[in-house]
């Protein structure tokens, strides 16, 4: 029986574009050769990697000034090349400390620079963002994560900022509309919502770089990633293949009918989770993610921890799999990238239903 696939990353793909990987895995693009065993110099598969960099240039309405790189690494490679690149020695970056990757992000910057924090829910169990914050005057670039995909927050605003803006959209890009060109520097690792892990998207103002004076390793090099179109080294060949079919998927229904889709998902969950006397929200409502939905047996049950067991054999039973919340935090976490399709959301909101009627 296929799964409904709730994992937060590696996470699920486009029934589509798993059939047509499958195929190029046998032959890729008629050249009688795997995707796994071409050359990435190939001309089929330069095809691939310039279309793919145009569609996220297009998709995300990008200005002339911003590069588009499909790098490798993960987001985690990015927490200390965007310092590297970025902040000079002595120099500060301002960080919104909202949750454990943008943790982690800030504590590699500090290998490079000054890290202010500009606010920090992690006394909270980062359960919210923080509405206060202030941002250093000198600060060479602030840094958020738009999307918080440990504890099911997101940035539904923007803080103002004097200062060129990092974010870390791993989980949620291609996620909504926005205006992209807000941000000076756009990473994200592929796995969440873009395509399987191995390929990390970089989009960078190339009037930033070029700014900091220390010696940097080619392979952490912006410029270097921009000189070769991404091609400095061999790629992540087959994640950049998925990635394009993905990026394919998403512009023939368009970011606005994705969005609205995303919308009347989130919806759906967060509804039945508040109308439920047995679970839960787990963060602030403002800031409810749309991407991965966390939320719990209510607190005041005394054997919240034996239903919770419970609840996750049972959905696992009706061929749920993925929603136990990551370690640190417990409960549940749904994530309901774009791929999910509104009737896998409306199983879940069922089971939880079910469950509920045979627990209490
Ligand atoms: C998963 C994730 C990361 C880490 O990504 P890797 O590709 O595993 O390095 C970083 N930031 C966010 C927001 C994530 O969700």
Known sequence: MKKINFYSGPAILPEEVLEQSQMAIRDFAGTGLSILEISHRSKEFIKVMEEARALVKELLQLKEDREVLFLQGGGSSQFYMVPLNLLGDGETASYFDTGQWAHGAMEEAKNFGKVQIACSSRDQNYDHIPKNYSINPEAKYLHITSNNTVFGTQFHWWPEAKCPVVADMSSDIFSRQLDFNRFDLIYAGAQKNMGPAGATLVVVNKNLLGKVNRKMPKMADYRVHIDKDSMHNTPSVFAVYVCWLTLKWIKQQGLKTIEEKNMRKAKNLYDAIDASSLFEGSVARDDR?????????????????????????????????????????????????????ESGVQALVEVMKEFERSAV
Not at 308 to 336: C, D, H, P, W
Request: proline content about 2%.
């Open 289 to 341: 993610s749309l991407m991965n939905v966390c939320f719990r047996i209510d607190k005041n049950l005394s054997n919240a921890a034996t239903v919770e067991e419970k609840f996750l054999q049972y959905a696992n039973e009706q061929g749920m799999v993925g929603i136990k919340g990551y370690r640190t935090v417990g409960g549940f976490r749904a994530s309901i990238y774009n791929a999910m399709p």
